[in-house]
């Protein structure tokens, strides 16, 4: 097992990817390579990111990494929000995405402070 793998904020990150695909599933073909795909690639991200930056020998370049999840958790919620206001996503699946997204970012930030010793 890699060491990522045994960190709750990844194993939260990869249920926050299962989330974003199953929500965005019903999404119109036309956002295929659109909202769709920017949405899908960005939680990705997350997880990746945390993967990648546990592999880092300085935890300052392991939190640098962290800081980029967070930046595309936040992505995540801006194109969240744009397909709620395009009718692609209803208002309970938004608030399930905005609800996840909220503890992730906290266990992100958490991370990133133990990280860094603030």
């Known amino acids: 097992m890699f060491k990522f793998e045994k960190l709750d904020v990844w194993q939260k990150a990869i249920e926050f990817v299962d989330l974003v695909y199953s929500k965005t599933k019903s999404f119109p073909s036309s956002e295929r390579f659109g909202l769709t795909n920017q949405m899908r690639r960005a939680a990705i991200s997350i997880s990746s990111n945390i993967a990648e930056g546990s592999a880092r020998i300085s935890d300052a370049d392991f939190a640098r990494f962290v800081e980029i999840a967070t930046g595309s958790l936040f992505e995540v919620v801006s194109e969240s929000t744009v397909a709620?206001?395009?009718?692609?996503?209803?208002?309970?699946?938004f608030a399930a995405i905005y609800k996840a997204a909220e503890e992730q970012g906290r266990m992100l930030s958490g991370l990133r402070r133990t990280l860094v010793g603030n």
């Open 84 to 93: 709620k206001r395009q009718g692609y996503l209803s208002n309970e699946n």
